[in-house]
């Protein structure tokens, strides 16, 4: 597995909120994940990072999976565990970590599939034939408008209540992640990010960059660069990911 990791302030925020990374466990099987923090003051950056070392040190533990079943539980299960004691911290903290939390996307991989999980607003998309499919859902106020019709998908983009969201770890004392089980195969790419890239950078755009002949660095480079120039106003996390080692260069957009 290939993996590049990139994560900026951004033109418009002081500090960095996001976190993420790639982590793997007793066999040497990868987990990546991004977080996007929020809160009071330095919450959102203790939140995220919370989320990530947690999640991290418990797949560093597991072994290899035989079944994506066993793994959507796994996922399902120490996403709760995270969420239950980040609240149980936040609680002990409260004058400091006052409204204190995180979205999260993460991804597991087999053989030939990849095992998704989501809270909250971060997102996943998987690049196969060209094509880039978004493969989680925001469970935030404005897409459940969207979903039911309720509003257009061109209002969405400038909805004056897009950052309200209805799922985030470490806020209620139980969260529900949703999992997606997806075929990857060697040509296939996976991007994890958080909202600084996709509320900056169409979607259209995201795909040229992920099928232009860029290295897969000079790609999570690009998207960073992308959000910067038409605005930078989050934070900006990206996560890249190919089964191919090495600079292996993608099709003509």
């Known amino acids: 597995m290939h993996a590049e990791f990139r994560t900026d302030r ?14 793997e466990n007793k066999t040497g099987d990868p987990i990546v994940i991004v977080a996007d923090g929020m809160g009071g003051h330095r919450a959102g950056d203790v939140a995220s990072e919370m989320a990530v070392r947690l999640l991290s040190e418990a797949w560093q533990e597991t072994e290899a999976f035989l079944l994506t079943e066993d793994i959507e539980n796994w996922l ?11 609240v149980e911290y936040a609680t002990t903290n409260a004058q400091d ?16 599939q990849v095992v998704v999980a989501n809270v909250g607003d971060s997102r996943g998309y998987l690049l196969t034939n060209g094509k880039l499919l978004q493969i989680t859902e925001d469970h935030s106020l404005v897409n459940e408008l969207l979903r039911k019709g309720e509003i257009s998908k061109e209002a969405a983009q400038n909805h004056p209540r897009k950052n309200i969201l209805l799922r985030a770890l470490g806020v ?7 999992t997606f089980t997806l075929s990857f195969s060697n040509s296939d790419q996976l991007l994890l990010c958080s909202d600084g890239l996709t509320n900056m950078v169409p979607e259209e755009e995201m795909r040229a960059i992920l099928n232009s002949k860029r290295t897969l660095a000079e790609k999570a480079d690009a998207f960073i660069n992308k959000a910067n120039a038409y605005g930078g106003e989050d934070n900006i996390t990206v996560l890249l990911l190919e089964r191919s080692i090495g600079n292996k260069r993608g099709n003509e957009a």
């Open 10 to 23: 951004g033109r418009i925020r002081h500090h960095n909120e996001d976190n993420g990374g790639v982590f």
């Open 76 to 86: 399902k299960e120490n996403i709760q565990n995270v969420n239950r004691q980040m």
């Open 97 to 112: 970590l006052k409204g204190m939390g995180t979205t999260l996307v993460t991804a597991v991989f087999t053989r030939s």
């Open 172 to 178: 209620e004392g139980k969260v529900e992640s949703d």
